[in-house]
């Protein structure tokens, strides 16, 4: 992102992606298409829109009137007439384009809570019990099921799916957060039922461990890769089920509907590589076997067709 203050936000930095310390001036407000916008106002007395789309998956409790955030975004512009330079705004893409920014000294807003951090894989066993998580979000809110609700959380020890409080904002892939809630089981999975949840800044991914065998409780809910050769692929209504080989092993993959990944981006025959989180199967499914779930479509790539130098992802 390229610095930037309200001054230099105008004609000649439209479409690019500066970013700005500011502090929020008023309230979040929504349009009829869903739309989020918000002034901010810079260390100099500027005063810039903010502004972000329903795509965002952004709502007005993003941000918080009197708080301070950097944000990052695209410039874009809706002038008050023909030819005329103004009507900038920052557009912001999702969740990781908003930081928020330590209060200064002095200053009344609350002080940051000072609870350490319980590692997930310690959490995990503590059923019931009510703990501090810090984690990256891996998998999104769209994936599980339609509530919008259920988001996958990973730290350096293991991963969770988490619960989020209703209405609150799902925070996107690639964000740091901090929860709190209460440690539960559904389905047989570990699950964080979230009753606050503070947004941090974008953070680094974790490598995806590679799958060698049969996946299991060691992995569950975290990201891992496979690759190999694909054996079947088969539609069951909205969803599609695969099997890749790992070894001399059948690895489940699950194709979920959140997912939107087609299931003809795998073919029978050809050799594939596939990234996704670790889930256990239902207590009463009639296949027992652990699963790779793909998140997005770009989980998915087929190795190049010998003879060409075409990839499929």
Not at 67 to 87: E, I, W
Not at 191 to 220: K, N, Y
Not at 275 to 300: F, I, M, N
């Amino acid at each position: 992102p390229l610095p930037a203050l309200a001054p230099a936000l105008a004609e000649a930095p439209e479409a690019r992606l500066p970013g700005v310390e500011a502090t929020v001036a008023g309230a979040p407000w929504t349009s009829t298409a869903h739309d989020i916008s918000f002034d901010v106002v810079d260390a100099d007395g500027g005063r810039i829109r903010i502004m972000a789309d329903a795509s965002s998956g952004l709502l007005t409790t993003a941000v918080t009137a009197g708080r301070s955030y950097r944000l990052v975004g695209v410039v874009g512009q809706r002038a008050s007439r023909k030819d005329a330079l103004d009507g900038y705004r920052l557009w912001l893409r999702d969740g990781r384009d908003i930081s928020p920014i330590a209060a200064p000294r002095g200053s009344t807003a609350p002080a940051a809570t000072t609870v350490p951090a319980t590692p997930i894989v310690r959490a995990i066993p503590m059923l019931e019990a009510t703990v501090t998580l810090e984690g990256v979000v891996t998998a999104p809110a769209t994936l599980l099921d339609a509530t919008g609700r259920r988001v996958v959380v990973q730290d350096a020890s293991a991963a969770i799916e988490v619960l989020l409080p209703v209405g609150a904002a799902a925070p996107a892939v690639g964000q740091r957060i901090r929860l709190a809630g209460v440690v539960t089981r559904a389905y047989g999975a570990p699950r964080l039922r979230a009753t606050s949840i503070t947004a941090g800044g974008a953070a680094m991914l974790p490598d995806p461990v590679g799958l060698i065998g049969q996946p299991g409780a060691a992995l569950e809910w975290r990201l891992a890769r496979l690759t190999g050769a694909v054996v079947a692929v088969s539609r069951l209504g909205s969803r599609w089920r695969a099997e890749v080989l790992a070894g001399s092993q059948r690895i489940l993959v699950d194709g979920l509907p959140g997912s939107a990944a087609p299931s003809t981006a795998l073919v029978a025959g050809r050799t594939a590589t596939v990234t996704g989180v670790v889930r256990r199967p239902y207590p009463g499914a009639a296949d027992q076997r652990w699963s790779l779930v793909p998140r997005e479509p770009g989980d998915l790539g087929l190795a190049a067709v010998a003879g060409t130098n075409r990839t499929r992802s």
